[in-house]
């Protein structure tokens, strides 16, 4: 890191790209990444299903289940409930994985910046 | 007689009532604007509202952005008329913010400063990245400015109970129209101009809290009626509306069968999944709702404002329900057709059946219909002072700085550029608006979130999640998406070549459904690649670093 040369414009250039290359760096990434793209794809074609449902299985959408309430009232209520949860659960796991790593190395880039 | 708004003595006490209601809403907002521009000394403020708002109100403040005239009145209207389809917008809107949640708000809150373009042109050359970003960001704004100026100018003469050959203030219903477009378009000016992101922020809160009040008010009320049973509920409007049980299940609005036409019903098919896949896909990429993100200190409460947008958002399109099926059962849907066609009056019409059951009599009815009428227009006009602020700070910060100056200029003259694009901006879309009266919100509506799913939202994922995107990928996902999305529509039976067209006696439609998203969305993606692989500008490898550890560790954020 010392032997790089920072552009002018940004002094903590050169820390950026050491800190990207580096191990901590590399987990934080993965920590984000292992939760958001399953998660994302999950909720997509949840969601997806919803919408080609109700575009080719209308007799399965009106199927009643209790008095007027039907599968497709049902399944429409659930994509609240699946949003509200995964909602939830990023908070959570963001706050316990990602937020203390995100801190660790924002200082060290910060510190890089003052050296 | 029609009882509905109509009442001659009731229509004009709830006509006073509804416009001092407005009034005071209007008051309190340019008190809290005027008191926003003393605390507005820099850039920063005027963008971003000094990055100051917590993550509670700046999830507020989305709220009052997201939660428009077309969600208030418009599902509610398509629930009241069409049934189960109309939910369809409320979970469509609603789970669109997984994306932004996930994917968007803390990356883009770590590497942004104040607009989209910033993440965009972050690691690419600055000039044409930036144009492109502009250009969309104001077509995008514009559209759906659009539709809520028509809105309100086409709900004026109804929520004020003008009829046809009356006057109001010496004016019929034509140039109350014209009139309350051009209020609405001058009041949002004055909420940008003076109060910048502060002031914006702000009204967008008390539009918030009085929205949701108003939506919980008449909720409790429907489900009271029929003691909290849903099911009776919905018995009740599916008798209502003669359409029995289809009425609670999906396919009496889109993805309709035609019998004997297998091309058609799949078209229309076709259509229906076009319209979930914009709806979820264009929440993200809509400028003003990503210019909010700026708004607080770090991305941690970024993250907190969408949680509790999340929270807010949802709880209202839950509450769609009620009010849609409760239109539907209680006014009925013959008398809300005869009020407006496209049913955007019931909820308003709802408020004021609610009223008269329990308040008692035609008094009763004007006061609740008054309070939800005052409610819809300080939506419209929160709502368009959102998309006012990020079109004009898109066309000063990314066009003017960073494209006409190349980066060479002051603070100082570069908020003094937003603040007069913001007269542009108004004003053009008051010319627009008026011109465009006949349009119908809804689709102006769709298309916008087309255009920002097929535009913006392509360039910002792969502006954050990979690596080797560059200048040429940017503008081709940027322009490709944008064109294809208005081409298709350009194109579609929506604007020519059928009954309910926009010229429904001429006919150049080729492209067969009503939303491009479906086409158009995978256009954006495809020609960021291929702009991408084909030219042979590599990619910036310092400056991927540099953002990649600033947006996930928020180190250097503004």
């Known amino acids: 890191m010392s032997t790089e040369t920072p552009p002018r414009d940004d002094p903590a250039a050169g820390s950026y790209l050491a800190v990207e290359q580096s191990p901590e760096f590399a987990s934080l990434r993965k920590a984000l990444r292992n939760f958001v793209f399953p998660m994302t794809v999950a909720f997509f074609v949840w969601y997806a299903l919803y919408v080609i449902l109700s575009a080719y299985a209308r007799d399965f959408m009106g199927v009643k289940i209790v008095g007027h309430i039907n599968v497709a009232l049902v399944f429409g209520l659930l994509q609240f409930v699946s949003t509200f949860l995964i909602a939830w659960l990023y908070s959570r796991y963001a706050s316990r994985r990602i937020d203390p790593l995100a801190e660790q190395l924002k200082a060290r880039v910060e510190e890089g910046a003052r050296r | ?558």
């Open chain 2, 1 to 558: 007689m029609n009882p509905i708004l109509l009442a001659a003595d009731s229509g004009s006490s709830a006509r006073s009532l509804t416009i001092t209601l407005f009034v005071i809403f209007v008051l309190i907002t340019l008190g809290i604007t005027v008191w926003a521009s003393r605390q507005t000394r820099n850039a920063t403020d005027f963008y971003a509202g000094g990055r100051s708002f917590t993550g509670f109100q700046n999830g507020m403040a989305i709220g009052g952005d997201y939660m428009s005239a077309a969600s208030f009145l418009g599902i509610a209207g398509i629930i009241a008329l069409s049934g189960y389809d109309g939910f369809l917008y409320s979970i469509g809107f609603l789970v669109a913010w997984l994306v932004a949640l996930l994917l968007v708000a803390e990356l883009l809150r770590n590497s942004g400063k104040y607009t989209m373009a910033d993440v965009l042109a972050f690691r690419m050359r600055q000039r044409p990245v930036r144009t492109a970003a502009a250009v969309s960001t104001i077509t995008v704004s514009i559209f759906y400015l659009l539709a809520q100026m028509v809105g309100a100018g086409a709900l004026v003469a109804l929520l004020l109970g003008i009829k046809p050959g009356e006057t109001f203030l010496g004016m019929d219903a034509d140039t109350a129209k014209v009139a309350t477009i051009v209020f609405v378009g001058v009041l949002m000016i004055v909420y940008v101009v003076v109060g910048g992101m502060k002031g914006t922020t702000y009204v967008q809160i008390v539009k918030a809290f009085m929205l949701m009040c108003g939506a919980i008010l008449m909720t409790l009320l429907v489900l009271a009626v029929y003691k909290f049973n849903l099911s009776s509920l919905l018995g009740e409007a599916a008798t209502k509306s003669g359409k029995g049980a289809a009425f609670l299940e999906p396919g009496l609005r889109y993805g309709k069968e035609v019998a004997g036409d297998p091309t058609q019903t799949f078209y229309n098919k076709m259509d229906l999944l076009s319209l979930g896949i914009a709806l979820v896909l264009g929440t993200a990429g809509l400028p003003h709702i990503l210019t909010r993100f700026y708004t607080v200190p770090t991305a941690r409460d970024a993250r907190k404002s969408v949680l509790w947008a999340i929270g807010l958002i949802g709880a209202f399109y839950l509450m769609t329900l009620a009010l849609g099926f409760g239109a539907a059962a209680l006014v009925g849907g013959a008398a809300i057709t005869k009020q407006d066609k496209a049913g955007n009056t019931a909820a308003p019409q709802l408020a004021q059946a609610l009223g008269e059951k329990y308040l008692g009599g035609g008094t009763g009815g004007s006061v609740m219909l008054a309070v939800i009428a005052a409610v819809a227009f300080a939506t419209i006009l929160a709502v368009v002072a959102g998309l006012t602020l990020a079109s004009s700070s898109s066309l000063a910060h990314d066009f003017y700085a960073n494209v006409l100056k190349r980066g060479q200029t002051s603070e100082r003259q570069e908020v003094q550029v937003a603040r007069i694009s913001a007269f542009i901006i108004g004003a053009v879309s008051i010319g627009l608006a008026i011109f465009a009266q006949s349009l119908n919100v809804a689709f102006l509506v769709a298309l916008a979130f087309a255009v920002a799913a097929s535009g913006n939202l392509p360039a910002i994922l792969y502006s954050l999640f990979w690596k080797r995107f560059n200048t040429a990928g940017a503008t081709a996902a940027i322009y490709g998406g944008l064109v294809s999305a208005v081409l298709l529509v350009f194109f579609s039976p929506v604007v020519s070549g059928s009954p309910t067209a926009m010229f429904p006696h001429n006919d150049w439609h080729w492209f067969p459904l009503s939303n491009p998203g479906l086409i158009s969305i995978p256009i954006g993606f495809l020609c960021g690649w291929l702009g991408t692989l084909l030219s042979r500008e590599p990619a910036d490898e310092a400056k991927y670093a540099e953002m990649e550890v600033r947006s996930l560790t928020g180190a250097g954020a503004h």
